[in-house]
């Protein structure tokens, strides 16, 4: 991997907090970091800047605090290996890290490393602690998404150009930050939930013939897709639209990329992108398009009723009460969902005919900008 | 068939063998050697000898020993020497009312008249008593049908091993067995309750044991006192009525008995109602005479006694071995991790002053649950689950102490020791080795147990906690062991030796090491102030 514009930055963070923890223990105190707490108590929504992000409070790992000690060591071994891996250019993934550092410690019966279910955590609190995203730190997570439309891209030298790769795509990676974006036609970007949208998109020509920057996350929108939405947004300047199922699920998924999400509260600078806009679908749909007949069941017990609520019904409930979600229209939108206890999945628009997503949904709604904020 | 004979004590206890400790070939030799250890022991303590015993068990084949015994006590007077060993139910001890070991047995006689019984073979007893410079030596013959013994052979000897005592040696058949029940174990127990005294065992096969001295304190005097009125029995007053010099009922109550002046003299006489005989009113009781009273009266006269007000007993007769030289005793016969004693302040039963005294010891030596009984000092070898012992064991919380409790008895390495002393102690049976179960009794030994049984758990309490504080310590230097070469990487311009040393220094300067294991400085004060809380506790329960 090559090295990133970050990381000299990346090493110095490092450096400086092992000269931190070292003048800690040159003065017989227990060497310490503090990092910001990632629980939902602390997680708030930044209006101004539009995405969530983490509030002031702070709490302090600490080596001679037997309940903090092994994490605390886990965290210095992490950080080296960090330190090692940006330094000599190399990338790792989580479990390639996990992997490296474990082994038995002398004089114990444990492990540095029981699971990887312990490192992981630990390379969160790093990422807090340094305010460094993991990436910056070369470590790299499964790659997931596609994406396809008028855009050259540059990656390790090579151009990509993202109109000519049929219909597999561009696999999008956990590291986009080093990818140069040369040269583009397009007028938006838009990101679908589901990859057999994606494929249907792409089989109909969409992105052609729209100007449009394609983006199939498959489900919940990996790291990788994030930062390369905001990335995209950033530096092309075009408008991001979202377009996800209509239920409570959906509708998490366009927050998560507007917003940012509560478990990377501490990213959403870096990876969630507040100007996007919501394309659908939407319980309105259902009216306006004559889909009544396709429309799913809400999953779960209504608040009414006796045990609710539960799943979906909860979900919408939690979302309403979201501080980014209190626009009229979304608590609208929420408020029919509950009310109906119908969804629509995205593809059930081809109940009409199979190119209707392509040449009418879409297209109308850009152009008649009918869009959820 | 007419013909009626009285039977000798002696043929009575040829029929009743089991009775006094006979039973079999094991008992029969730990008696033989209680006897003559008791009798030692209580002879060196009266004169304030510090006690030097020696027993010597040789095999002659055949399932008979010859057991030899030697002491440093005061010695016998030439003409008693006979009657003390060839004449049942002779001693010093038999009336007195005082704490005292030989109490507890038929005596040295007994067994004397067992060697005769089942080998034939006289004994023979060497003397020298304090203050004289002559060593009496006799071979003894006992005649089981006039209870009378026969001298085989006296002489006189020129030199005594000590500068006083007595030697006893006899045959018998026995078995020499090691186990719970044997000379080796009766001897372990009589050198922890007697710390002062030097115990030498040597086995049939040469080995020797020495059970040391260690302490030249010698333990208190019992004393002697008079019978209380709540203690006596009708039996024992009749006795004492008949044998009196007083000539009035009162002067016999106030001379004859102890705490009762005379206005509780007068007191019982009321009560007793014996002014009335044969339908002549005395001006009161208090002047009759003790050899005019029926058998009516002797009972009216024991139950007065019994329902009038009477200040106990004085208590200053009894002689506890103490809570430091019980516990100098535990130490060097059984090395424990932890042990505690507790004696407890004198108390009553029935009008008999007693106190009671509790060890309890942990780990080290200890290796499983296990109970000891002393009474007067005396061990308790056989029927431990019989008696009050055990119910008080039984009826303590033990997991409160920090002990694991199956069945009734507490679980683990911990050894309880209790001792009784009294003027008198009440036996179950005519065994002598279960105390009789009397509210007073099993009170203070619940308390007593109770009392070592906190000590117990405070420092069952202190050793987890210093156990955790040790694995801690242990944790942190191996993290901060793995932590040392990435920190090197991170800070890049210090050494791995440097920052080795420095974790040491910071563990140093968090942790004290106590006897080899680590504890938390704040830890070590909780502990401090925990252990100090504790012992007020203690004190203010006492």
Redesign the interface.
Same mark, same amino acid.
């Given at each position: 991997m090559p090295a990133l514009s970050e990381d000299k930055n990346t090493i110095e963070k490092l450096t400086n907090l092992g000269k931190k923890l070292l003048s800690e223990l040159k003065q017989k105190e227990s060497p310490y970091f503090d990092r910001p707490v990632r629980s939902l108590s602390n997680v708030i929504f930044d209006e101004k800047a539009g995405t969530l992000k983490l509030g002031d409070r702070t709490s302090r790992r600490t080596f001679l605090n037997i309940g903090h000690a092994r994490t605390f060591m886990q965290s210095v071994m992490i950080a080296a290996k960090c330190k090692e891996l940006v330094k000599n250019e190399r990338s790792a993934s989580i479990r390639e890290l996990y992997y490296q550092l474990k082994h038995t410690i002398p004089g114990l019966t444990d492990n540095t490393l029981e699971g990887q279910e312990e490192s992981n955590p630990v390379i969160v609190d790093l990422e807090t602690a340094l305010d460094a995203l993991r990436e910056y730190l070369h470590l790299t997570a499964d790659r997931s998404g596609q994406l396809f439309g008028p855009l050259t891209i540059e990656d390790q030298g090579d151009k990509i150009d993202c109109l000519r790769l049929g219909k597999s795509g561009l696999s999008i990676p956990s590291i986009v930050d080093d990818y140069k974006f040369l040269d583009h036609d397009a007028e938006f970007i838009l990101v679908v939930e589901t990859g057999a949208m994606g494929d249907r998109l792409v089989e109909e020509k969409f992105h052609i013939k729209n100007k449009a920057i394609l983006v199939s996350s498959g489900g919940q929108p990996s790291r990788g897709v994030r930062r390369l939405t905001h990335l995209l947004h950033q530096k092309l300047e075009l408008p991001v639209y979202v377009f996800t199922d209509g239920d409570p699920w959906g509708f998490y998924i366009y927050s998560v990329l507007k917003t940012g999400s509560m478990n990377l509260a501490f990213e959403s600078k870096r990876l969630a992108t507040p100007s996007s806009k919501f394309i659908g679908m939407t319980i309105e749909d259902i009216e306006k398009y004559g889909l009544k007949k396709v429309t799913e069941k809400l999953k779960g017990i209504p608040a009414k009723k006796a045990g609710g609520p539960t799943e979906d019904y909860k979900r919408a409930i939690e979302l309403k009460n979201y501080a980014w979600f209190k626009h009229e229209l979304w608590q609208k939108e929420l408020d029919k969902m509950l009310a109906t206890g119908m969804r629509i999945e995205q593809q059930a628009l081809a109940s009409k005919k199979l190119e209707f997503v392509s040449d009418t949904y879409l297209p109308e709604k850009i152009k008649n900008h009918e869009f959820l904020p | 068939m007419d013909e009626h004979r009285e039977i000798s004590i002696a043929e009575f206890f040829e029929k009743n063998r089991h009775l006094l400790g006979f039973s079999n070939f094991q008992k029969a030799i730990v008696t033989c050697v209680k006897e003559a250890v008791d009798n030692s022991l209580d002879a060196a303590e009266e004169e304030d000898i510090l006690p030097e015993v020696h027993v010597i068990i040789e095999d002659l084949g055949k399932d008979r020993l010859r057991l030899t015994f030697k002491d440093n006590a005061s010695g016998i007077a030439k003409k008693h020497i006979p009657k003390v060993f060839g004449k049942l139910l002779y001693g010093s001890k038999f009336h007195k009312l005082m704490q005292s070991r030989g109490q507890q047995g038929i005596g040295i006689s007994a067994a004397a008249l067992y060697a005769q019984l089942t080998t034939g073979n006289p004994i023979q007893i060497i003397s020298k008593l304090k203050g004289s410079t002559k060593v009496h030596a006799f071979t003894l013959h006992l005649d089981t049908r006039k209870n009378e013994p026969e001298i085989i052979k006296e002489e006189l000897l020129d030199t005594y091993e000590f500068p006083h005592g007595t030697s006893i040696q006899m045959d018998i058949e026995a078995k020499y067995t090691r186990g719970t029940h044997s000379v080796f174990q009766y001897l372990k127990s009589v050198a922890i309750v007697n710390p002062s005294a030097k115990l030498i065992l040597q086995e049939p096969d040469g080995k020797i044991y020495e059970f040391p001295r260690v302490t030249k304190d010698l333990p208190k005097k019992a004393k002697e006192i008079k019978p209380h009125p709540y203690g006596v029995e009708l039996g024992i007053l009749m006795r004492m009525l008949k044998e009196t010099k007083a000539r009035t009922i009162g002067s016999f109550l106030m001379s004859e008995f102890t705490r009762v002046g005379k206005t509780t003299a007068q007191q019982i006489c009321k009560a007793a109602e014996i002014d009335v005989v044969n339908g002549i009113r005395f001006v009161t009781g208090w002047e009759r005479r003790p050899n005019t009273l029926s058998k009516d009266d002797i009972e009216r006269i024991l139950r007065a006694m019994q329902t009038t007000n009477i200040q106990n007993p004085p208590t200053d007769c009894l002689a506890p071995i103490g809570e430091e030289l019980l516990n100098k005793g535990l130490i060097k016969e059984l090395n424990p991790e932890f042990s505690a004693v507790v004696t407890r302040n004198p108390s009553v039963y029935r009008g008999m002053p007693f106190q009671i005294e509790t060890a309890i010891a942990y780990g080290g030596g200890i290796t499983e649950g296990r109970l000891m009984r002393f009474a007067n000092k005396v061990p308790l070898l056989y029927q431990q689950s019989a008696g009050v012992t055990m119910k008080a064991l039984k009826s303590t919380d033990w997991p409160r102490y920090g002990l694991k409790q199956s069945g009734d008895l507490p679980q683990g390495p911990v050894l309880v020791l209790m001792h009784m002393c009294s003027v008198w102690v009440p036996f179950t049976s005519e065994g002598k080795q279960a105390i009789a179960d009397y509210p007073e009794i099993l009170k203070e030994m619940k308390l007593a147990l109770q009392e070592v049984g906190r000590k117990l758990r405070t420092y069952i309490s202190k050793k987890r906690k210093g156990q955790i504080e040790e694995k !801690?310590f +242990? %944790? =942190? %230097? @191996?993290? @901060? !062991? /793995?932590?040392v070469?990435? =920190?090197a #990487? =991170?800070? /890049?311009t %210090?050494t791995k030796e440097d920052?080795s040393m #420095?974790?040491e220094?910071?563990l140093k300067? +968090?942790y004290t090491m106590i006897g080899g294991v680590a504890i938390d400085n704040e830890t070590l004060k909780e502990l401090q102030k925990e252990v100090s809380q504790q012992e007020e506790e203690n004190a203010s329960t006492e």
């Open positions: - | !801690k +242990k %944790t =942190l %230097t @191996a993290y @901060a !062991k /793995e932590m070469e990435p =920190l #990487y =991170l800070v /890049e %210090t920052i #420095y974790f220094a910071l300067s +968090k």
